[in-house]
């Protein structure tokens, strides 16, 4: 049974925001001051990526763990509802109010994040997640210096050949010193 009335609880919800979460903003500052430079919330691509790195053909989602869940597995199935039980909830937990709607919402948005993610790996770019509860106090640290370690490999791959094709070495270059006005 939910403890708020319906329109508290809308009001509650309707607080959450999508964009410019404490996440988000955390690992954007680190970036920021290790020398990364990135593009926001790209409209082009698939799944409105949180971070952009379009030089090394590299986005960043940061998930929240409860919108996406994490860690979540389908377990027995409760028997009075119908509905499964979640498994290595550490970060996840099914709520107990209106449990198929949101068993049914999770799943979906975990169906479309992999669409997503495979979508953007067929374009070519490299997907890196990195979920709500990495960025905890105890783990921190360690989860932004391996993003920044990650980002750093890609940045010093070899760079796709330009489309840009070059003239023949056989045909004659003009130096303007040499053509007579």
């Known amino acids: 049974m939910d403890k708020m009335t319906p329109e508290q609880r809308h009001r509650c919800m309707s607080a959450v925001k999508s964009r410019d979460t ?26 409105r990526p ?3 790195f379009p030089g090394i053909k590299t ?10 869940g994490h860690h979540y597995e389908a ?3 409760i028997p009075e509802t119908g509905v499964s039980k ?3 909830t550490s970060c996840f937990r099914l709520p107990r109010t209106n449990p198929d709607f949101w068993l049914a919402k999770i799943e979906r948005n975990r169906q479309r994040d992999q669409e997503v993610a495979d979508k953007l790996r067929q374009m070519g770019w490299n997907v890196i997640t990195i979920w709500e509860c990495e960025l905890a106090k105890p783990q921190r640290q360690a989860t932004l210096e391996r993003l920044a370690a990650t980002l750093a490999a890609f940045r ?26």
């Open 75 to 77: 377990g027995p199935q």
């Open 156 to 181: 010093s791959q070899p760079v796709a050949p330009s489309p840009y094709s070059f003239p023949p070495d056989d045909l004659p270059l003009t130096i303007a010193a040499d053509d007579p006005l």
């Open 50 to 52: 949180d971070i952009v």
């Open 22 to 47: 404490r996440p988000e903003r955390l690992v954007r500052q680190f970036l920021w001051t290790r020398g990364f430079r990135y593009r926001l919330y790209r409209a082009d691509l698939p799944g």
């Open 59 to 68: 986005v960043i989602f940061i998930h929240g763990c409860f919108w996406h």
């Open 86 to 88: 979640e498994r290595k």
